[in-house]
């Protein structure tokens, strides 16, 4: 059952977006996001699991954040980090404000009420969500979407990077221009069959790390589908795909 009190949030639609789980100290957290299309009227949810497995998750029963929370943001796409130093955070955001992140309590992975920092943005008509940072040699690479998703073949997401030293940024691109004066390195944009690559996360196999994203397959009529590609780096360390 769904938590009774995402309805405010998603005009009871029952339709919850852009799930995120990662492991916490023995415990599994699974953020997501309650909204509908084109609303800042969002929310975030947070659901803990000893085990991960489905149907083990327990909901907090309230937002543990929402847009009201970082005045002109947009809370969507949630995404879990922790820095080298061991402290979680959580990042989030769409167009509205583009991407923000706050802290959360390493033992709740609830936010602490401190003040959202703004990441990344691009003007309208360039708008950026769906944000996810990776640790790596020595700085944090935020990884976005931009453009416009969720229309098949006709869309135009692409995803983008830019890195920094601190968590909370500044992240400039290869170019030097930072991600909230509307910068980013291109790391894939629609090619062959595929359209729209965008959503994307990362995570670190036995080889390395992993780009994750949805695309749309021009060879099956633009049927939704996964991508997984090995990433490499560059001698100055900026990260390219397979």
């Known amino acids: 059952m769904l938590p009774s009190w995402t309805s405010a949030y998603t005009a009871s639609s029952a339709d919850l977006w852009a799930p995120d789980a990662s492991a916490h100290n023995g415990e599994y957290w699974l953020y997501y996001a309650a909204s509908t299309v084109g609303s800042t009227n969002s929310a975030i949810g947070l659901a803990v699991s000893s085990s991960g497995e489905p149907g083990t998750f327990v909901d907090s029963g309230a937002p543990v954040y929402t847009s009201a929370d970082c005045p002109g943001s947009n809370a969507i796409d949630p995404a879990s980090i922790v820095d080298t130093s061991g402290n979680a955070w959580l990042a989030f955001g769409s167009w509205s404000s583009g991407i923000q992140i706050v802290p959360v309590n390493n033992n709740t992975g609830v936010p602490t009420g401190v003040s959202c920092t703004q990441l990344a943005y691009h003007p309208s008509g360039t708008g950026i969500e769906g944000s996810y940072i990776y640790p790596h040699g020595g700085y944090y690479y935020l990884f976005a979407s931009i453009d416009t998703c969720c229309d098949g073949d006709n869309s135009t997401y692409r995803i983008i990077v830019g890195r920094s030293t601190s968590v909370t940024g500044p992240y400039p691109d290869r170019g030097g221009l930072t991600l909230t004066n509307g910068g980013g390195t291109i790391v894939v944009s629609a090619h062959g069959n595929i359209?729209?690559?965008?959503?994307?996360?990362?995570?670190?196999?036995?080889?390395?790390?992993?780009?994750?994203?949805?695309?749309?397959?021009?060879?099956?009529?633009?049927?939704?589908?996964?991508?997984l590609n090995a990433l490499g780096w560059t001698s100055d360390g900026w990260p390219y795909v397979h």
């Open 195 to 227: 359209n729209g690559p965008g959503g994307e996360s990362v995570f670190t196999g036995a080889d390395g790390a992993v780009l994750v994203y949805h695309y749309y397959d021009g060879n099956n009529n633009g049927y939704p589908a996964l991508g």
